[in-house]
């Protein structure tokens, strides 16, 4: 007879633990996904889950959610890593068009920290590497903007800043004239002289298109307009500024 209350006993309790076992996917705190099947245990301080013979046991403070099915749609709070405001995106590409520059499409990179204000909006700061006729270290504001709330969102941004020049003149201008003159360059007047670069003004309007693959990393796709003007200065007052009108293409990474 006790044999059987045992047996009977045992069954209850597994039929038990078994019937409050559910499926779907549980999303930690850190980053990782588990598909399997998952029930709570010590009054629901703590989620067993059962995956591909494997058996996990967490706090519940480390459980993000649990979905039935797989999510590709993760809220704010999911797109960066443990729910963090901050967000970091680094891009490289080119600056394609025809300008004063002997280059028509240099190379460039940056990189900035941001802090969301709202599940749309953006901001930070940034810095960055440009290749012309020298090499510009561009310090930047970045605001950016989501259309919608999703993993997958196209977003608008506004890089503005100044460039600052990393060298001295690599290249020979001959238009240079003195800054209080009214007309350039003086009749008979030219130079062949190196002139001090001073940077100049920067500004990026743009739009671009990102996907997060996890929760703390993703890729973008961005294309703009960029206009920066740079100034280069000589003896006797002679100044040269250089307006350029890029368009600005680049791919990046955030995390």
Same mark, same amino acid.
């Given at each position: 007879?006790?044999?059987? @209350? ?13 019937? !409050? ?17 998952? $029930? ?12 591909s013979g494997n058996i996990w046991i967490f706090e519940t403070d480390q459980i993000d959610s649990i979905s039935t099915k797989r999510s590709h749609v993760f809220s704010e709070a999911d797109q960066s890593l443990s729910?963090?405001?901050f967000f970091f995106r680094t891009e490289l590409g080119v600056l394609a068009g025809n300008s004063e520059n002997s280059?028509?499409? /240099?190379?460039?990179? $940056?990189? $900035? ?8 909006? %953006?901001?930070?700061?940034?810095? =960055? ?7 510009? *270290? ?6 950016? &903007? ?5 993993? %997958? *969102? /196209? &977003? ?13 003149? @690599?290249?020979?201008? &001959? ?6 003159? $009214?007309?350039?360059?003086? /009749? ?22 990102? !996907?997060? #693959? *996890?929760?703390?990393? =993703? ?14 200065? =000589?003896? @006797?007052?002679? %100044?040269?500024? #250089?307006?350029? @009108? ?6 990046? #990474?955030?995390?």
């Open positions: 007879m006790k044999k059987v @209350n045992l047996l009977l006993l045992a069954t209850l309790f597994t039929f038990s633990v078994f019937a !409050q076992q559910d499926k779907g996917y549980v999303y930690l705190k850190n980053g990782s996904i588990i598909k399997g099947k998952y $029930s709570y245990l010590e009054n629901q301080q703590k989620l067993r889950i059962e995956s729910g963090s405001k280059q028509s499409a /240099p190379f460039s990179i $940056s990189a $900035s920290a941001n802090y969301r204000l709202t599940s749309l909006m %953006s901001v930070g700061l940034g810095l =960055g590497l440009e290749f012309f006729n020298e090499t510009y *270290t561009p310090v930047f504001a970045n605001f950016e &903007y989501k259309l919608r709330e999703s993993s %997958s *969102t /196209p &977003y608008l941004f506004l890089k503005a800043g100044y460039q600052f020049p990393t060298e001295e003149s @690599n290249a020979i201008y &001959y238009d240079v004239y003195p800054i209080w003159s $009214s007309f350039a360059p003086w /009749p008979g007047y030219y130079s062949q002289e190196g002139y001090d670069t001073r940077g100049g003004i920067l500004v990026n309007p743009g739009v671009g298109y990102q !996907q997060m #693959i *996890t929760r703390g990393f =993703g890729m973008n796709f961005a294309v703009g307009y960029q206009f920066h003007r740079l100034n280069y200065e =000589g003896e @006797n007052d002679y %100044s040269l500024d #250089i307006d350029y @009108n890029r368009l600005s293409i680049k791919i990046g #990474i955030i995390f």
